[in-house]
């Protein structure tokens, strides 16, 4: 009778272990759960990153030099593949001597622009390519571009200028 008594007296205290058990059971369950869903949502994320790298939203695959310096030949011919051209016209600033910047390929195919910087090569000189020589800044820029007669629905500008880039597009944009 004493075993029984014993048994009967730490009853309490098997229960409150064996809630105690099914708690941290119920608590491994659900940290298991929160692990799996984690490493769901960790392998979508990284797929989703993948598919940007190596799928249809990557432009480096496309990256190909004809006129440019790193390749932007290719990437700009993806891009207007993708959305299409519209006046074919353009502007860049900052051409360096002419033979490697982000605009001749466009010109070679036919494209209207002009260039601008604070030395224009004498082999700038084309039909249907507007220059002007002279160092750009945030507070000229915008009449440069309208002695050039650009207009604002020009397909691409690019701002080659390597300091002072934003204040450039801020001045445009104003």
């Given at each position: 009778m004493s075993a029984l008594h014993?048994?009967?007296?730490?009853?309490?205290?098997v229960r409150e272990i064996n809630r105690v058990l099914k708690n941290t059971e119920l608590v491994r369950h659900e940290l298991s759960a929160l692990r799996a869903i984690h490493c769901l949502e960790t392998c979508e994320r990284l797929r989703h990153e993948k598919s940007l790298r190596e799928g249809h939203l990557c432009l480096h695959r496309y990256e190909h030099?004809?006129?440019s310096q790193n390749g932007e030949d290719g990437v700009i011919a993806e891009i207007f593949r993708r959305i299409g051209e519209g006046t074919r016209s353009f502007v860049e600033v900052?051409?360096?001597d002419g033979t490697e910047n982000n605009t001749a390929f466009l010109y070679s195919l036919g494209w209207t622009g002009a260039w601008i910087d604070a030395r224009i090569p004498a082999l700038c000189e084309q039909p249907g390519l507007g220059s002007r020589e002279a160092y750009v800044?945030?507070?000229n820029i915008a009449s440069l571009f309208r002695e050039l007669g650009i207009d604002t629905?020009?397909?691409?500008?690019?701002?080659d200028v390597d300091q002072n880039t934003y204040y450039l597009w801020e001045a445009l944009t104003a």
């Open positions: 014993t048994l009967y007296q730490r009853l309490p205290l030099q004809v006129c900052g051409i360096g800044t945030s507070e629905d020009v397909d691409l500008c690019s701002l």
